[in-house]
Structures are given as structure tokens and as C-alpha cells.
């Protein structure tokens, strides 16, 4: 029996009824007194990737004509799925950045797309975007509202000294070139990345965290000069993988001002062909092991680059392109939502989820456009949750997840659960701590006599839901048929689907008395929203 027939048995031997046995109790209390972090309003962002059809791995080539230089930008259903966001942040750059050339006036060589060449880096050749096509994709930018950062290539001019370690110093000439002619153009990149997986041992090639921070200086003079003053874009980087020592000789070397944003990839569900990932996917220990990078992160830019905010600039859970299995699945939603919560808490700006469209891993399908399940989780994050981070304790199985953010343009908060069991349903409750002062340290999880005392004690929003009538809106998410690996998220029991006329469904809640307790299915998601959650860090 293959493997994923072995991961689903227990799932389709699930009673259609919750019987008592089949689930838990479950309580949440949030700490609304305080933000404990903060996103950006476009923390939710999706990356454009420059691999041509001929990128494979493991016998498949899922990119086909999703590219920089060949996606279809007329389609609708993707100008549709971007203007759903209003705004998406979108993240143009990729493994083959540091090898494209820009179709500018003293380029000097022809401006040609990527070839297959076994000598280069990742089995390619220098590739080329010309002007024209730099005009067509802005346009589509422009139409659809959508909130750029462009990559650029930061190993033009440098020489390969050894192995996968690059020297001397960037020829900015081209670059500063496109620039200007983007600047002239009027388009508006909100930031200029500078290289991708360049940082640390490298993925491919490495350049020191020396040289590297001279020339995010000499990057900042450029934009200076050509923007000015007014809307200047900021300057972010390396889009790598994190290596504290490196991101932190960086910030050093760059100095103040010069780097207003750190990002890093993460892909650490293993290579897109390992039968392990789905397993992962629902393993809450493993799930945590990456708030130990967020947390570090956070700390090194605080001690040596406050000036600076991390950004995640690139993550698709499984590697080389995904997997084609679970990354556009239901189940991916699971490790896509717990990212987004986890990051969030370390006061991550921006998260840019690889990729729009291409790979096994794109938030829309590459052949039809149409969107996958985590889409759907994506645009409902971003509807949902509002900037300001909030602290929660959670009572029960470490499997059940949680997540709590001031409510997105309006009051209150809004509650993410996911449940990560696959037979075990959760009956939560949720409490508020306005009368209860929990000391530092003490989790409830590690303490459930105190958590039985206070469901006695403790209003769960305070004095506004005292006459009973309060609502709350849920949206709970589950996969088709009840099979984590459907194609097809139903919310609140209805399937997702494209509109008659091709357009993204509205996502509408269920309304609840607040006085209810929770009731999250096995394998299942749902954010709630309390409109009069009385958390006083979100109503300033």
C-alpha cells in the first residue's frame, strides 16, 4: 500500500457524527492588553519566478509558461485572483536573478531569454528581460494594484574565486541603467531587492558579507540619486537562507540606514519528493523548530541593524518546485497558515509565499490559472487579520494551533485554530485575560487546575458581551470529501469555486453566539472573528 493510502486510512474511517469520545476540550485565552508584534499591511505576498519550461526535477517539468519573461499576463483569472487582495505584495526574483541581464540601451550584448547550458549556474544561461516586456508586465502591475518588489542581480561583474564563492566587487552599470529607466517610466516599486540565496555557504554561489554590504551601500546611493526624497523604495536583502553570523557582518558592514529590510527563505519541509512531507505537514514539534530562525532573526536585528525589519522573501515548504503531491493541496494549508502565524509573532513584515503560479507549490494553478487551496487561506488571512500581534495561551493537545491578531479594519480580534489531528476534533473556549494577570512563564498548558478555574472566573470578552446577544463570524475550511490531498477547500461546507463569469468568490462567515464554545473538526481550520473582543491594544 503506497504511502499517501496509509496517511488517509484513518481519515476515511471517520464517523460521519462527533461522538463524545472524538473530541477534546480546548481553551484559548488571549492577552489583549498588548501587541507583541506587528506585520505590515501587506504581509501577504506572492513571488513571480523567472524558471523557463525546461526547469524539471524528479521526472516533471511543473513551470511550463510561468515565468518573468513568458507568463500570460492578459489572462483574467490572474489579474482577478491578484485585485482580490487590494493589495498582494508581489515578489519578482528567484534562483535565476543573479544570471539576468535588462534590455537597456548600453547593455551591449543581445538580450536573449535563458538557455539550458550544463556549465551554468543551475543548469542555465544568462537570460535577458527586455524593455518592452519590463513595459507589459508594470502594466499588469499597475491594473491590478498589486505592490512590487523586483530582485535584481547582484552577481554582475564578479568572478568565481573557488567553488561556489564568488569575489570582487558589483558592476552596478546595468542595473543602475534599468533603474532609471523604471524611474523615468514612472512605475512604482515599492523595493529593490539585492541578489537571492547569495548569503552564507550560498545556494549555488556566495559572495562575503563583506563585499556584500559595500555594495548594498553603493545600491542605496544609487536609489537615492535617482529617486530623491519622495517615494524612494527601500532597499532590502539577501533573500537567503539564514546564517546569523553572516545577516549579522551585514547589517555591520552596510551600517545604519542602508538596509531596511533582512529577508530570508525557508523551505523546511525537505525536497519536494520525500514521502515525509505530509507528515511534517501535521507535526506540531516540527512545525516549531522554524520559530527558532524567526526568533534569532529578530534578535540579530535588534542588536546589530534596529534600523532593519525580517522578512520572509521566500518560502514554498518543500524544495525544487514542490511537491507535486501535497503543495497544492488542502493539506499545504496547514504548514502555509502555521508559517504565517508563526512568523508574525517575531514581527516579520512581509511573507512571500513561492509562488504565485508556477511549480507544484503556486497559489494558482499553472496550467488553468485557477486558484488552489491556499489561496484561499492566503486571501482570508489577509481579510481577516489585522497588523497587531497578540499573545495567546492555549490549554490541551499541542496539536490544536493558535494564532490571535487585532481583527483587520474593524474591532476586536480574530482567532486562527488549526487542527493538525487526524481523528481528534477540539471543543475550544475562548477567554479573555482582562481581569487575570498570568505570570511570565507560566503557559497554561502547564497548568490545567488553573485553566478549570478560570472558565469560572474569567468574561471571555469582557463588559460588551454581558447581555448575550454578541455574535461572532467563523470560517471554517476543510478539504472536499475529506480527503487532505482534494484540490477542492470548502468553506463552511460549500466548496470554493470560481464565479459564472471567472471571478473569486466572496468569503462569507457563519455567525455564532459568542456564548458557544468552538467546535474545530479533525484536520480542519477556522478563523474566527470577535468583533467585540474588548483587547485593548487593538483599539488604539
Known amino acids: 500500500m503506497r504511502l499517501w493510502s496509509l496517511f488517509l486510512l484513518p481519515l476515511l474511517c471517520l464517523p ?17 492588553s498588548e501587541t507583541i508584534a506587528s506585520t505590515s499591511d501587506e504581509f501577504v505576498c506572492a513571488t513571480i519566478d523567472w524558471w523557463p519550461p525546461e526547469k524539471c526535477n524528479y521526472d516533471q517539468c511543473p513551470w511550463e509558461r510561468a515565468s518573468v519573461l513568458n507568463l500570460d499576463l492578459t489572462n483574467p483569472l490572474l489579474a482577478k485572483a491578484i485585485q482580490a487582495f487590494s493589495p498582494l505584495r508581489i515578489r519578482v526574483g528567484g534562483s535565476l536573478q543573479d544570471q539576468v541581464l535588462y534590455g537597456t540601451p548600453n547593455l551591449g550584448l543581445p538580450c536573449d531569454p535563458f538557455t539550458k547550458v550544463s556549465s551554468g549556474l543551475f543548469g542555465f544561461s544568462q537570460g535577458c528581460i527586455t524593455l518592452e516586456r519590463w513595459d507589459d508586465i508594470n502594466d499588469m502591475f499597475l491594473k491590478t494594484g498589486a505592490v512590487v518588489t523586483f530582485g535584481l542581480n547582484a552577481l554582475r561583474g564578479r568572478q568565481q574565486t573557488r567553488k561556489g564563492v564568488w569575489g570582487g566587487p558589483w558592476n552596478s552599470s546595468n542595473a543602475r541603467e534599468f533603474i532609471e529607466y523604471t524611474v523615468l517610466k514612472n512605475y512604482p516599486i515599492d523595493s529593490w531587492e539585492f541578489g537571492n540565496e547569495l548569503s552564507g555557504s550560498g545556494v549555488g554561489a556566495s559572495v562575503s558579507a563583506e563585499q556584500y554590504g559595500k555594495d548594498l551601500v553603493e545600491l542605496q546611493t544609487i536609489i537615492s540619486e535617482l529617486y530623491g526624497d519622495s517615494n524612494k523604495p527601500l532597499v532590502v536583502a539577501p533573500g537567503g537562507f539564514y ?25 523546511n519541509l525537505g525536497a519536494g519528493n520525500d514521502p515525509q512531507v505530509p507528515n511534517r505537514i501535521l507535526n506540531p514539534q516540527y512545525l516549531s523548530r522554524t520559530s527558532d530562525t524567526f526568533r534569532s532573526l529578530q534578535l540579530t536585528i535588534q542588536r546589530h541593524g534596529p534600523w532593519s525589519a525580517p522578512w520572509v522573501g521566500e518560502s514554498g515548504g518543500a524544495y525544487n518546485s514542490g511537491s507535486r503531491l501535497v503543495s497544492n493541496t488542502f493539506l499545504n494549508s496547514f504548514w502555509y497558515l502555521d508559517q504565517l ?35 484561499y487561506s492566503a486571501l482570508l488571512w489577509h481579510q481577516l487579520m489585522g497588523t497587531g500581534v497578540l499573545s495567546v495561551d492555549i490549554s490541551g493537545s499541542s496539536y490544536l494551533r493558535a494564532y490571535v491578531h487585532c481583527a483587520k479594519q474593524k474591532g476586536g480580534v480574530t482567532l486562527l485554530l488549526l487542527n493538525l489531528h487526524r481523528t481528534m476534533g477540539f471543543m475550544v473556549s475562548v477567554r479573555n485575560d482582562l481581569n487575570v494577570n498570568l505570570a511570565e512563564g507560566q503557559g497554561i498548558r ?44 470548502l468553506l463552511n461546507g460549500a466548496p470554493l469555486e470560481l464565479t459564472e463569469d471567472g471571478g473569486i468568490p466572496s468569503l462569507y462567515p457563519v455567525e455564532v453566539s459568542v456564548n458557544s464554545p468552538i467546535y474545530v473538526a479533525p484536520l480542519t481550520i477556522a478563523f474566527v472573528v470577535f468583533p467585540d473582543f474588548e483587547a485593548e491594544a487593538c483599539g488604539r
Not at 545577516?247 to 527563505?265: E, I, K, R, Y
Not at 472558565?455 to 475550511?477: C, I, M, N, P, Q
Open 341 to 375: 502565524g508563526q512568523s508574525a509573532k517575531y514581527d516579520t513584515k512581509v511573507y512571500c509565499r513561492q509562488t504565485l503560479i508556477g511549480g507544484n507549490y503556486g497559489l494558482l494553478d499553472t496550467e488553468t490559472f485557477v486558484p488552489n487551496p491556499d489561496y
Open 16 to 32: 460521519a457524527r462527533v461522538r463524545s469520545e472524538d473530541y477534546a476540550d480546548a481553551t484559548v485565552i488571549v492577552r489583549g
Open 243 to 267: 546564517d546569523q553570523k553572516w545577516f549579522a557582518q551585514l547589517l555591520d558592514v552596510s551600517g545604519p540606514n542602508v538596509l531596511n529590510a533582512m529577508t530570508h527563505h525557508i523551505y
Open 446 to 489: 502547564r497548568d490545567s487546575a488553573f485553566v478549570h478555574g478560570l472558565k469560572r472566573t474569567v468574561s471571555w470578552v469582557g463588559s460588551k458581551a454581558s447581555d448575550g446577544f454578541s455574535k461572532r463570524e467563523e470560517y471554517h475550511l476543510s478539504s472536499k470529501d475529506g480527503n487532505p490531498f482534494a484540490r477542492t477547500m
